[in-house]
């Protein structure tokens, strides 16, 4: 850190300090916001969400398809067989980009002879992709995407249309699961570079407040809830 | 940007007088406010939400610098860099040391108020390098040279034929010379001609809805994606945010969130939420391998511990804006800055000068939809009355307003005086054309009277005339 870097630093800090009419903070006061951080608080917890797992799941996908996405529920050994037809009833090319995840590893691909699959992250020229989900929160229908070596996040943006296999054990109630399962996965002191939460499929009410879908992001989202 | 806040009364003017304006503000009104209330009615929780959050911001604001350290301490663990920014021309300077840096010639921008308020991209063209605007709305006023007339909505003001004809001066030269008539093809035509820009661009500049303390993760609300593909395609991501924008916990955010999303457009959710913590992983795939985060005061930290600190918890939804009969009727340019509508009103003069933006707390019917509809409770008009005292009592309030004032007081201490004199201004009034229940014209109010009646009380003599007929209690000289 340069000297200016510092001073501006201790600028701001010390403004902060002074109009607030106290030093940094000590004692008991930063006892208290230290514990704050170290053991979230959660808020008003929403109601609507809090149901048995089945039931989670289904509110889940009546609000994935209230936010334009297009859901169906399958059995694991149907993934491949639904993701050829979607692209089929679609008139979409049987060509997709891959997250190379375990998880969609263990489908059988192979049954789908025409399906042409390339795992790796997403090229502009990519038309459909195809990942997991890290969660899915019935609250709203949004699914969670954690960034790694398993799941590139260009997939989530750049093809015109995303595929996502969510498993059922995934989906929780709100955002609060969806951190706790962070902090188990990652360690609490870790994240990965990006988690996307998404609610449907890109969006813009720029041009005279009218809702267009496929702005910038995918402008299809079609989620494969899967049993298990 | 330069401000034009200090011809308030002039921009009004033109406003009111705009056809294309006027047609887009009808639609704002219905569309906006009725989407927020159905949100709102879904969700049982929000008003105790709402009281959350302001709790929330109020935490947060009172151990900010101990919470900016925490959030600079996460950052640099992961192998990401904090600036820190006293003014809008360091915060200037960082950014365009960083993207020399890079060697970059385009940045590929995602929508960011702060990054308006610091005129960034002026800066950024000054020292050759292309500033992009990603944003649909955003890339259309910049199109247009136009600076952005609602903070979620840049480009609100304008008709679809309007951004056809833009499209067309700008795009031909790019191979697209049809003049487009529907929203999804002008949609697209944006998308295919910005998508070559993502991949181009060395830099990606983002703001932020919310800094996590506790992970050093900066957090984006949007509904289009740019923002994400600004923060993953590019080498390196810079985040420019203001050191209100921190807040403790993830948990913190879920609470934010819910509320955000309702306030700002009414949906449950925005399509893409998005938290960005440090550089990407040596084992990841994608994402930029710098990560900067660089943190702006620009007179904020001078603000907490006065009596106008409750506005530094405004999350930046738009709702007071969506709701204000003043905004409905003049738009955003009119307020002349970045922030327009109420907060613009209370932050404005906070940041530019009370000199330079004092009409602007006067821009208001005092009607008290904008804090009723604040999803962190801020008592904008409170403030904004606020500020019009800290005016008066600096004697920036115009002559006109002064004289008559003291004329009044004048008057009032003397009240024999003033019943003889409000008789006569009464009877007189009469001749304006009362017949109809409002004046069209009336004498030292023509700023009214120049875009509305001014409505007549019932005929039956002054007030004090009535009070006296009906039995009242007599005043005594
Ligand atoms: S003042 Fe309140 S309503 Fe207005 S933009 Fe800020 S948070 Fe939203």
Redesign the pocket.
Known sequence: MSDTTNSARAQILNGIRRSLRRGELGGQQRQAVEQRLATPERGPIVARAQLPQAEKVALFCQWAEVNNATVARVEPRDVPAEVASYLARNNLPAEAAVAPSPLLGGYDWESQKLLVLRRGRAEGSDQVSITGAFAGIAETGTLVMASGPDHPVSLNLLPDTHIVVLRESDVVSGYEEVWAKLRDRYGKNNMPRTVNTITGPSRTGDIEQAMELGAHGPRRLHILVVRD | MQSTAHDFKENVGTALADPNLQDSLAKLKVGFSERRRQAAERLPEFEALRDRARDIKNHALANLDFYLEEFERKVTALGGHVHWAPTAADARQIIGDLCKSAGARTVAKSKSMVAEEIALNEHLEGLGIAPIETDLGEYIIQLRHEPPSH?IAPAVHLTKDQVADTFLEHHAPLGFTKRLTERNDLVAEARYVLRQKFLEADVGLTGANFLVAETGSSMLVTNEGNADLSNTLPRMHIVLASIEKVIPTLEDAAVLLRV?AR??TGQESSAYTTLNTGPRRDSDLDGPSQYHVVLLDNGRSSVLGTEMQD?L???????????CPVYGAIGGHAYGWVYP???GA?LTPQLIGVDEAGDLPNASTFCGR?ES??????P?PGLMRHWREREFERHLTPRAVRQGLALWSFLARRPKLYRRVTQVANRMLALFGRADGRYRKLPLAGGWTQFRDFPAPPAGGTFHAQWARHGGARVRP
């Open positions: 903070i955000l306030s700002a506005m918890r405004c999350i930046r939804c738009g709702a007071c804006m969506n709701h509508g109420p907060i209370v904008c509809v604040c999803p962190v409770r801020i904008l």
